[in-house]
């Protein structure tokens, strides 16, 4: 059973606790933010978590507290995370002399072009190589 412990101190050194109940789905995610509300002075602590393994969305479970750390609310809010769009990167690649036994005093400069292109895999959420080209410049 997991539980929100909350303890506030006061000028005058009071410490006041309250605990409140998480939900099962909150208390499978973790903690991701606390703040104090500067319009109100209410205090919003934050849980962070997925309700699926292939689930792409972001969840947060917010609980809202008085400023006497009375519960007010719980509110969950999901937020859809977007696929990255694909990308190439290009490398030049210079080498001077050979690169065998027969033109190792060889000292001529070799540029060799390089392109990388990558696409998004939403399963895995990470870019994965595509294609690679490469071009002898000289």
Do not use: H, R
Request: charged share 25%; proline share 1%; with cysteine.
């Amino acid at each position: 059973m997991l539980s929100l412990l909350i303890a506030t101190v006061s000028f005058s050194q009071t410490v006041v606790e309250k605990t409140q109940e998480l939900s099962k789905i909150a208390a499978k995610g973790y903690f991701y933010d606390a703040i104090q509300n500067p319009d109100n002075g209410n205090i919003e602590v934050t849980y962070k978590f997925k309700k699926g393994s292939k689930d792409a969305d972001a969840t947060y479970e917010t609980y809202y507290f008085d400023k006497n750390l009375t519960f007010i609310k719980n509110e969950e809010t999901t937020i859809t995370v977007k696929d990255k769009d694909s990308y190439t990167q290009t490398y030049v690649n210079a080498t001077v002399g050979g690169c065998t036994s027969f033109s190792i005093l060889s000292m001529s400069l070799n540029l060799t072009k390089e392109t990388w292109n990558y696409t998004w895999n939403a399963d895995k959420k990470s870019s994965l190589l595509k294609e690679l080209k490469t071009k002898q410049l000289s």
